[in-house]
């Protein structure tokens, strides 16, 4: 038990953000609805750039859309946790040589690791492609009030009024906000909206997710044509 706590705690030790270093940027970013996806020209990419493992990692994510493309919202919900909680975690500082760097799903498939926002915004996106209204989610900046530090999570709301499902990739169960006594929201934000959280599972408007800087350059670099080689090779 005391190993799985340190591991934890290392895991929310290097995951931490600032938050004025994210808080303004000056584009935008309306995250795309379901798009018709070039399997072969991705995997080709990833696997020229990242390496053999990477296209089949590729090829594993195609799967995984095509299977959950018939399941319902709950279903999906799962599965793509699942998969992407397979993936490792590591600091950017040693994976990407900088302190915070928003990998974009295909970097972070790529090269097979990331951080907790890589974690999130992997998550965010599939479900995204999977047809998940965007509205029903936020990528949530929360405290981690064990080891007070901060993480990232994404927020399922089934409708405006619920309270959100959490899906972590520290504890890898999807459960209510209202059970994770041990995160405190901060902020969240979709492709849309950002919104100041107040307390569990509710916030306030706050503008545009255009705000966030990390989430506007990560616009700019979404697709296959951008991929940034990673300092340090995992594979």
Known sequence: MSGRLS???????????????????????????????????ITSTLEKRYGERAGMRARAW??????????????????????????RFIDDSKLWGESNYWATPMEFIGVNGGDCEDFSIAKYFTLLQLGVQEDKMRITMVKATT??????????????????????????????????????PVYSFNGKQLWLNKEQGRGVLAGSSTR???????????????LRQPKLKLE
């Open 7 to 41: 591991y934890k705690h290392s895991l929310l030790r290097v995951c931490r953000f600032s938050l004025i270093a994210s808080a303004l940027g000056i584009c935008c970013l309306y995250a795309a609805p379901t798009q018709n996806l070039d399997e072969g020209k």
């Open 62 to 87: 195609f799967k995984v859309l095509s299977e959950a493309s018939a399941l319902d919202e709950k279903e999906k919900l799962l599965k793509v946790n699942n998969f992407f909680n397979l993936f």
């Open 147 to 184: 080891v007070n530090q901060y993480h990232m999570v994404l927020a399922y709301y089934e409708t405006p009024a619920s309270i959100p499902l959490v899906l972590d990739n520290l504890d890898h169960e999807i459960k209510p906000a209202t059970k994770r006594k041990d995160l405190l």
């Open 212 to 226: 966030l800087e990390k989430w506007n350059d990560l616009n700019h670099r979404l697709g296959v044509d951008r």
